[in-house]
């Protein structure tokens, strides 16, 4: 199946991308949206849980300016320069990702005291909580179109990187049948030769047991 770039940038490098990209930012941001709702329903603002709240925020936040800053430069803007996009599957994909970024971007500068600081507790709280939906949308977003075959529009693997991934495959396959041999034949003399290189030179290597056996009985019948 086609992949989208989302879905390639996850299953490359395993199992790294797949943690830097997914695994982490999206235990961080399940973790906010968990205590945020413990938060709203209780109404305790303080305590151990509103502490992991304030942190965990902070912490999303600042990791997903670092993802954003990493993967626009080096994923965004060369396939946007090359036209390498894979039909609007793709463009959502990777798009939705980094915009669901942004909500947990404003979580993180609200809690630092960057932005919204005059308001009150409970417009501070709305504005996160507003903050975390946006994410799950866009991250779940994310995740269908990025799973989705961008072939589906249209989108086929060019004819030279096709090539190249047949040839490669073949090349493989070559090698390792290589390591083997052809024929259950070619395997019995491979293990002759080794058994006559092994034998010291000038010493005749024993007869098989059914050779043995006639010789014995030859000798027999002649007493």
């Known amino acids: 199946m086609n992949m989208t770039h989302y879905m390639e940038l996850l299953a490359t490098n395993q199992p790294w ?7 982490i930012p999206v235990i961080l941001a399940e973790t906010l949206a968990i205590t945020e709702l413990y938060l709203l329903f209780t109404r305790k ?6 502490s992991l709240n304030r942190w965990v925020g902070i912490a999303v936040g600042l990791y997903f300016i670092g993802v954003i800053a990493w993967l626009v430069p080096q994923a965004v803007v060369p396939i946007t320069q090359s036209g390498s996009w894979r039909t609007a599957i793709d463009v959502i994909a990777v798009g939705s990702y980094l915009l669901g970024g942004l909500p947990l971007v404003v979580v ?4 630092l005291g960057l932005i919204n600081r005059g308001a009150d507790v409970w417009t501070r709280r709305k504005l996160q909580a507003i903050c975390i939906a946006l994410f799950l949308v866009l991250g779940h977003v994310a995740m269908i179109a ?3 075959d961008p072939g589906l529009l249209g989108w086929q693997v060019p004819a030279g990187q096709a090539h190249d991934m047949h040839g490669a495959a073949d090349a493989a396959d070559v090698q390792a049948a290589g390591t083997m041999p052809a024929h259950a034949g070619e395997a019995d003399a491979g293990a002759a030769s080794a058994s006559a290189s092994a034998a ?3 010493v005749p290597m024993p007869a098989t047991h059914s050779a043995a ?9 002649g007493h």
């Open 146 to 148: 990025g799973m989705a």
């Open 200 to 202: 010291p030179s000038g």
């Open 17 to 23: 991308n797949l943690i830097l990209f997914m695994a």
């Open 108 to 111: 993180a500068l609200q809690q």
């Open 213 to 221: 056996a006639m010789e014995a009985s030859a000798g027999h019948g």
């Open 45 to 50: 603002l303080d305590g151990r849980v509103a």
